[in-house]
């Protein structure tokens, strides 16, 4: 069984920084990605960032370019997002995701999600 475990969220004024995690088990699948949505209230989910199994590419919106950072430990599953100079409107639920990468980049959907954590900046 496929678990992604997120934490790392919460309130920080504008400029601040943040470091998201993300604990996987159960992965049995090669070429896959993992990375972070995120939802703002009203608006559609976007991709913000993800790591391509198959060889260590990483992927950042353009709205994040420069002030995220996405990054793994192998020898403990994680995943790390690494966010900087954060500003309001990066608030949003930010969800930890996992798939085959064919599909994610075919749909910007993951296969299996995490319960996602609440990242708030204020002005």
């Known amino acids: 069984e496929v678990q992604l475990v997120e934490s790392g969220g919460g309130l920080v004024q504008a400029g601040g920084s943040l470091r998201l995690s993300c604990a996987a088990s159960?992965?049995?699948?090669?070429?896959?990605?993992i990375g972070w949505v995120r939802q703002a209230p009203g608006k559609e989910h976007e991709g913000v960032s993800y790591?391509?199994?198959?060889?260590?590419?990483?992927y950042y919106a353009d709205s994040v370019k420069g002030r995220f950072t996405i990054s793994s430990d192998d020898a403990k599953n994680t995943v790390y997002l690494q966010m900087n100079s954060l500003k309001p409107e990066d608030t949003a639920v930010y969800y930890c995701?996992?798939?085959?990468?064919?599909?994610?980049?075919?749909?910007?959907?993951?296969?299996?999600w995490g319960q996602g954590t609440q990242v708030t900046v204020s002005s």
């Open positions: 995701g996992a798939g085959v990468i064919s599909h994610y980049i075919q749909t910007g959907l993951f296969d299996y």
């Open positions: 790591i391509n199994s198959s060889d260590g590419a990483t």
């Open positions: 159960g992965f049995t699948f090669d070429d896959y990605a």
